[in-house]
C-alpha cells in the first residue's frame, strides 16, 4: 500500500533547531515527530556512552529496526542531526538546516557542550558536513538547504516545508486514482 503522506528528515549540525523546526511542523501538518535522540534512550538503542563527547554511541541496526514500521507507513518527521543511515526509499525530502558559525557557536556554548565536542560541530557546520552527507546519501532534487539563524526563519521554513507537503499530497492522491 503506497504511503499517503511523505517522510522528512530535519537534519543538520547539533544546535541549527531541528527540534524546534520538527516540533512546529508537527503541530502544523499532524506528521509524527520522531526524536531520534528521544527514541534511541527509549528503546535502548544505545551502544554505550562516550565520556569524551558526553552522549551516546548509536546501535544504527537496532534503531533502524525499532522505526521501520513507523516510517514505512509514512507522515514522519526524523530530526536527527545524521541522515546517511536512512535507506533512500523511506525518504521523500531531506531539509538541511544551517546556522552562522558564530551564533551556533552561542547556543552550543548555552548548552554547555565539552569544548572537543563544541568544536567538532562548529567544524563540522564550517565544512558543510552533513549537507555534503546528504548530497550524498539521496538525490539532489529531494534535499534543500534552509537557514536557520533566528526564531522567524522557523516559521518562513515551515511554511515552505508545509507547502511542499501539500504538493506531495495533491501529486501522490492523482498518482493514485489514476
Not at 515527530?33 to 552522549?55: A, F, M, P, T, Y
Not at 545524521?82 to 533512500?88: G, M, N, W, Y
Request: charged letters at 30%.
Amino acid at each position: 500500500m503506497a504511503k499517503s503522506e511523505p517522510n522528512i528528515i530535519i537534519t543538520g549540525t547539533p544546535g541549527v533547531g531541528k527540534t524546534s523546526h520538527c516540533e512546529v511542523l508537527g503541530q502544523s501538518t499532524g506528521l509524527k515527530h520522531l526524536c531520534i535522540n528521544e527514541i534511541v534512550k527509549e528503546r535502548g538503542c544505545q551502544e554505550e556512552w562516550d565520556d569524551e563527547l558526553q552522549s551516546w554511541i548509536v546501535d544504527e541496526d537496532k534503531l533502524l529496526d525499532s522505526i521501520e514500521d513507523e516510517v514505512k507507513q509514512g507522515g514522519c518527521i526524523i530530526d536527527w542531526h545524521a541522515c546517511d543511515l536512512f535507506p533512500r526509499s523511506w525518504i521523500d525530502l531531506v531539509i538541511v538546516l544551517r546556522t552562522n558559525s558564530t551564533r551556533l557557536y552561542d547556543r552550543l556554548t548555552a548548552r554547555q557542550y565539552p569544548e572537543r565536542k563544541l568544536q567538532e560541530n562548529l567544524d563540522s557546520e564550517i565544512m558543510q558536513v552533513l549537507l555534503e552527507e546528504a548530497r550524498q546519501s539521496y538525490d539532489e532534487e529531494i534535499i534543500v538547504e534552509l537557514e536557520s539563524n533566528e526564531s522567524v526563519d522557523i516559521e518562513k521554513n515551515v511554511d515552505r516545508i508545509s507547502i511542499w507537503i501539500n504538493q506531495w499530497k495533491r501529486e501522490h492522491a492523482d498518482n493514485s486514482a489514476s
